[in-house]
Every structure is written in structure tokens, then in C-alpha cells.
């Protein structure tokens, strides 16, 4: 089965600071993994995906991801969070192996001035 | 535009009492796909459909059913709905699975 653990629920940063949100996962095939952001109120939109071509994936808005097998992670990174990108984040695994999205339980990033 | 449209946004209704979600996408996705999301749970697969007629269960399809009939849309049948199943649901479509998910605005729904 795969599985996705974001390992924190909340982070807060200050506006102009690194932002890093973890997330593990685990997968039996080659996944595809994703990260969405969801701001209040709003859908959830997406913010980059890996599908093995590059195990650097850079997305919008500056933030970017890095695949790594042997820690089975992808955490996510910005080099300096701004106020509007407070929002919760999802991380996804997609695996054709069984042909269902799962999404961990997201992190609140919570951005102070 | 290119969207996905979720109708209604907001419902609320009483225990027992068939309801029906619509979802609707204009890009001619093969993929759609519905979730709830809880507090603290993130969001959880209902059912999803990778073509028209074909249809299957995610993680958490008890009390709900769905059709595609047509390509465009993938409703959401709520035959006897509980307390349980108040949640925030969303519908979802890509152009196949495992590609870039479009996202509804949500129905937030509250049965009593």
C-alpha cells in the first residue's frame, strides 16, 4: 500500500525566512509525487510534481522539491516565504500501481510579518 | 475558462434525505475523482473514474455512490446521508491519472 506522512501540522516562519515542509512517503512502484496548496476557502491548486525525470522539481511561486529515494522523501522548500504564501500544504502520492491518489493530512504554514 | 464546477457550494440537510452533488469539467478529462476533507485527516479519495462507465472505489466509499455517463460530468449521490458525513467535499479531474488535478471550489455540506 503507499502512504504519505507530512511531519509536521503547522510550521510558522518568519516573512523573508526559509520555509521547509517534510513529507515522507511509501510506495511499492515508481511514484509520482505532488505538492498542492490549498489557501482559505479555495480549492487546492498545484505547486510542482515528480514523475523521475529530475529529482530537483521547481514549481511556481518559487518553491521547489527535492525527490529522495533512499530517505523515500520530498520535502518542500522556499528561500524566502512572503506574507500570501500562508496556506496549508498537501503532499501526494500517485502510484499506477494502484491507481488511487493519497494525500497526507497537510501542514499549516503560518507566515508572521 | 478551463474549470471544474461543484454545485452547490454550501448545503445543508437532514438525516435520510437523498442528496446529489454535481461536478462538471470542460476540458475533456478522462480522469475525475471526489474527495472529503476533514480537519486534521487532509483529504481522503471517495471514489474516482478513469473514463466514461468506469468507475471505482478510493479509501472511503461507504455511503456514497457516483456515475459517468457522459465524459463532462461525475455526480455525487448521497443515498441516505448521517451525521458523519458532514465534510467539505471536493471534486477533482485530470486529463489522465496521475497528471496535474483540477480542482471544484468545494461543497461544504452539513446533514443534521
Known amino acids: 500500500a503507499q502512504s504519505v506522512t507530512q511531519l509536521d501540522s503547522h510550521v510558522s516562519v518568519s516573512e523573508g525566512t526559509p520555509v521547509l515542509l517534510r513529507c515522507n512517503y511509501s510506495?511499492?512502484?515508481?511514484?509520482?509525487l505532488f505538492w498542492y496548496v490549498q489557501h482559505p476557502n479555495k480549492g487546492l491548486q498545484l505547486l510542482l510534481k515528480y514523475t523521475s525525470a529530475a529529482t530537483l522539481v521547481k514549481g511556481i511561486n518559487g518553491f521547489e522539491a527535492e525527490f529522495k529515494k533512499s530517505e523515500t522523501s520530498f520535502h518542500l522548500t522556499k528561500p524566502s516565504a512572503h506574507m500570501s504564501d500562508a496556506a496549508e500544504y498537501f503532499c501526494v502520492v500517485s502510484d499506477r500501481g494502484y491507481s488511487t491518489l493519497t494525500f497526507g493530512k497537510g501542514t499549516m504554514l503560518l507566515v508572521s510579518p | 475558462e478551463a474549470q471544474v464546477t461543484q454545485n452547490p457550494r454550501y448545503l445543508i440537510t437532514v438525516t435520510g434525505k437523498k442528496l446529489t452533488v454535481t461536478c462538471s469539467q470542460n476540458?475533456?478529462?478522462?480522469?475525475m475523482s471526489w474527495y472529503r476533507q476533514d480537519p486534521g485527516l487532509g483529504l481522503r479519495q471517495i471514489y474516482y473514474s478513469m473514463n466514461v462507465e468506469v468507475t471505482d472505489k478510493g479509501d472511503v466509499p461507504e455511503g456514497y455512490k457516483v456515475s459517468r455517463k457522459e465524459k463532462r460530468n461525475f455526480p455525487l449521490i448521497l443515498e441516505s446521508p448521517s451525521p458523519n458525513q458532514t465534510s467539505l467535499y471536493f471534486c477533482?479531474?485530470?486529463?489522465?491519472?496521475?497528471?496535474?488535478?483540477?480542482f471544484g471550489s468545494g461543497t461544504q455540506l452539513s446533514v443534521l
Open positions: 510506495s511499492s512502484y515508481s511514484p509520482s
Open positions: 477533482a479531474s485530470s486529463d489522465t491519472f496521475g497528471e496535474k488535478l483540477f
Open positions: 476540458m475533456n478529462h478522462e480522469y
